[in-house]
Protein backbone atom coordinates (compact mmCIF):
# COMPACT_ATOMS: atom_id res chain seq x y z
CA UNK A 1 0.00 0.00 0.00
CA UNK A 2 1.05 3.38 -0.62
CA UNK A 3 2.78 5.09 2.66
CA UNK A 4 3.13 1.83 4.08
CA UNK A 5 6.38 0.79 2.42
CA UNK A 6 8.98 -0.07 4.76
CA UNK A 7 6.36 -0.34 7.74
CA UNK A 8 7.01 -3.38 10.28
CA UNK A 9 3.47 -4.73 11.21
CA UNK A 10 3.63 -4.95 15.65
CA UNK A 11 3.90 -8.99 16.98
CA UNK A 12 -0.22 -8.42 18.19
CA UNK A 13 -1.54 -7.26 14.70
CA UNK A 14 0.61 -10.67 13.09
CA UNK A 15 -0.99 -12.26 15.57
CA UNK A 16 -4.52 -11.10 15.36
CA UNK A 17 -4.22 -11.54 11.72
CA UNK A 18 -2.97 -14.98 11.49
CA UNK A 19 -5.96 -16.09 13.82
CA UNK A 20 -8.33 -14.24 11.48
CA UNK A 21 -6.64 -16.39 8.65
CA UNK A 22 -7.76 -19.13 10.55
CA UNK A 23 -11.32 -18.34 11.19
CA UNK A 24 -11.58 -17.65 7.85
CA UNK A 25 -10.15 -21.18 6.84
CA UNK A 26 -12.22 -23.04 8.79
CA UNK A 27 -15.18 -21.41 8.37
CA UNK A 28 -14.84 -22.37 4.46
CA UNK A 29 -14.22 -25.87 5.75
CA UNK A 30 -17.05 -25.89 7.78
CA UNK A 31 -19.22 -24.55 5.07
CA UNK A 32 -17.93 -26.85 2.29
CA UNK A 33 -17.99 -29.84 3.87
CA UNK A 34 -20.14 -32.87 5.19
CA UNK A 35 -19.91 -34.06 9.10
CA UNK A 36 -18.08 -36.99 7.33
CA UNK A 37 -15.65 -34.64 5.05
CA UNK A 38 -15.25 -32.48 8.16
CA UNK A 39 -14.35 -34.74 10.74
CA UNK A 40 -11.60 -36.23 8.24
CA UNK A 41 -9.70 -33.28 7.38
CA UNK A 42 -9.85 -32.47 11.31
CA UNK A 43 -8.61 -35.81 12.14
CA UNK A 44 -5.99 -35.44 9.12
CA UNK A 45 -4.83 -32.07 10.63
CA UNK A 46 -4.56 -33.04 13.42
CA UNK A 47 -2.33 -36.39 13.14
CA UNK A 48 -0.30 -34.12 10.90
CA UNK A 49 0.26 -31.52 13.40
CA UNK A 50 1.32 -34.62 16.24
CA UNK A 51 3.38 -36.23 13.49
CA UNK A 52 5.55 -32.57 13.54
CA UNK A 53 5.31 -32.16 17.44
CA UNK A 54 6.96 -35.64 17.25
CA UNK A 55 9.82 -34.41 15.26
CA UNK A 56 10.10 -31.13 16.99
CA UNK A 57 10.54 -32.76 20.56
CA UNK A 58 13.57 -34.28 20.31
CA UNK A 59 15.23 -31.58 18.02
CA UNK A 60 14.16 -29.38 21.51
CA UNK A 61 15.86 -31.76 23.78
CA UNK A 62 18.96 -32.03 21.96
CA UNK A 63 18.96 -28.41 21.33
CA UNK A 64 18.39 -27.34 24.92
CA UNK A 65 15.39 -25.57 23.89
CA UNK A 66 13.76 -23.88 27.64
CA UNK A 67 10.64 -25.30 28.31
CA UNK A 68 8.95 -22.03 28.79
CA UNK A 69 10.05 -21.58 24.97
CA UNK A 70 8.31 -24.96 24.18
CA UNK A 71 5.36 -24.24 25.83
CA UNK A 72 5.14 -20.42 24.44
CA UNK A 73 5.53 -21.76 21.08
CA UNK A 74 2.82 -24.98 21.40
CA UNK A 75 0.50 -21.96 22.97
CA UNK A 76 0.62 -19.56 20.22
CA UNK A 77 0.21 -22.32 17.24
CA UNK A 78 -2.75 -24.15 18.77
CA UNK A 79 -5.26 -25.42 16.71
CA UNK A 80 -5.57 -27.15 13.65
CA UNK A 81 -5.57 -24.69 11.11
CA UNK A 82 -3.06 -24.41 8.33
CA UNK A 83 -1.69 -21.40 9.72
CA UNK A 84 -0.62 -23.71 12.74
CA UNK A 85 0.30 -26.42 10.34
CA UNK A 86 2.71 -23.59 8.08
CA UNK A 87 4.17 -22.37 11.63
CA UNK A 88 4.82 -25.74 13.00
CA UNK A 89 6.55 -26.84 9.62
CA UNK A 90 8.99 -23.73 9.63
CA UNK A 91 10.43 -24.57 13.47
CA UNK A 92 10.77 -27.49 12.24
CA UNK A 93 13.10 -26.29 9.50
CA UNK A 94 14.63 -24.23 11.61
CA UNK A 95 15.59 -26.20 14.17
CA UNK A 96 16.49 -28.76 11.86
CA UNK A 97 19.12 -26.52 10.09
CA UNK A 98 20.63 -25.21 13.58
CA UNK A 99 21.15 -29.46 14.90
Given amino acids: MKGLDGVEPEVGLTTWAEAMSN ?45 DQQDLFMEMNHGCGEAVIRAVCLALARLNRLS
Avoid: H
Fill in 23 to 67: LVSNATLVRCYTDDQWNGELDSRMAQIQALYDQLEPLWARLEVDQ
